[in-house]
């Protein structure tokens, strides 16, 4: 650990490494979150985390997957929410309670592989497969898969959706925690198929998004007193003015996204503007400057 994280400081504190060097690289070399007060600093998609917890890799209701990958950190308000999901999930029938995929890396911040987001502990991956054995040991983690509960075609549920999910989204969603919940479009348009008004409080903030064929995406709100945190915008509440998202927004993303209208044949301007940097290159001076301090606390 020492070894590493010298590495990683003198990286840091030199002017032109710090230009150069992407911030993906440095956070993913550190392997213990730092001594400090816990804070998510930033944003969702570009910040970092002081003080995280570990979720311990296998609870009396959870499992931590991927062990390998060192992401099972998060905010204490991540952690706890996601113990007590756990043990609702096994309330209900979901198995034995939650398979956990990536939170956050020991400091969040941007990741070498994988999530634009998860960067401020404030982001957890649940799995669709509910849990048969919470005995799993390290190397049976790495090589067990979740299961698809959307259709390769994108626009159905397939016969591993179940009572049980929904009910685990919807006590997910109840949870004011929660800031919204991302799935596969497929599921939220089966959820709309049987719900009722009194849903409209837990369904707004589940979020149709590409990729959540496996897992469902949770994301919690800035805790009260983060004034570091930026909450998302705009907020599901905005978002939702019209209703609980069964409407044109839910279908776009079996029609038109899956099969655009085909182009007018007018040739597109030329976009003069530079290219937006993607997470995995951001630097140091792309984050909040309290990043920095992050890296190199104890």
């Not at 949870?175 to 479009?185: C, E, G, H, N, T």
């Amino acid at each position: 650990m020492m070894l590493i994280r010298t590495i990683v400081l003198s990286l840091l504190l030199a002017a032109p490494a710090r230009a150069e060097t992407l911030a993906n690289k440095l956070f993913g070399a550190i392997d213990a979150p730092s001594t400090q007060d816990s804070m998510p600093i930033g944003s969702y998609a570009k910040g970092c985390a002081a003080g995280l917890v570990e979720l311990p890799e296998t609870g009396p209701t959870w499992q931590a997957m991927r062990l390998s990958r060192n992401r099972n950190f998060g905010q204490p308000v991540m952690i706890d929410f996601l113990k007590d999901l756990s043990q609702t999930a096994a309330d209900i029938g979901y198995g034995k309670g939650l398979y956990i995929g990536d939170i956050s890396q020991p400091r969040g911040g941007p990741m070498t592989s994988g999530h634009a987001s998860h960067q401020i502990g404030l982001d957890a991956d649940i799995w669709m497969l509910p849990p048969r054995s919470l005995s799993l040991t390290v190397g049976e983690r790495e090589a067990i898969s979740s299961i698809p509960v959307r259709s390769a075609d994108q626009r159905s549920v397939t016969e591993n959706w179940t009572k049980v999910h929904r009910e685990l989204l919807k006590q997910a969603a109840l949870d004011p925690r929660v800031d919204r919940l991302f799935v596969a479009a497929a599921v939220k348009i089966e959820i709309c198929k049987t719900a009722k008004a009194s849903d409209k409080k837990w369904l707004q903030k589940i979020r149709p998004v590409a990729g959540h064929d496996t897992h469902f995406h949770v994301r919690l709100k800035c805790p009260k007193g983060a004034r570091l945190c930026e909450t998302q915008k705009p907020t599901v509440a905005e978002l939702s003015k019209n209703g609980d998202g069964c409407d044109d927004t839910l279908t776009w993303w079996v029609t038109d996204y899956l099969d655009p209208p085909k182009a007018t044949g007018k040739k597109p301007k030329e976009d003069d503007a530079p290219r937006k940097k993607g997470p995995r290159e951001f630097t140091m001076a792309d984050l909040p400057k309290q990043c920095t301090g992050v890296l190199q606390a104890d």
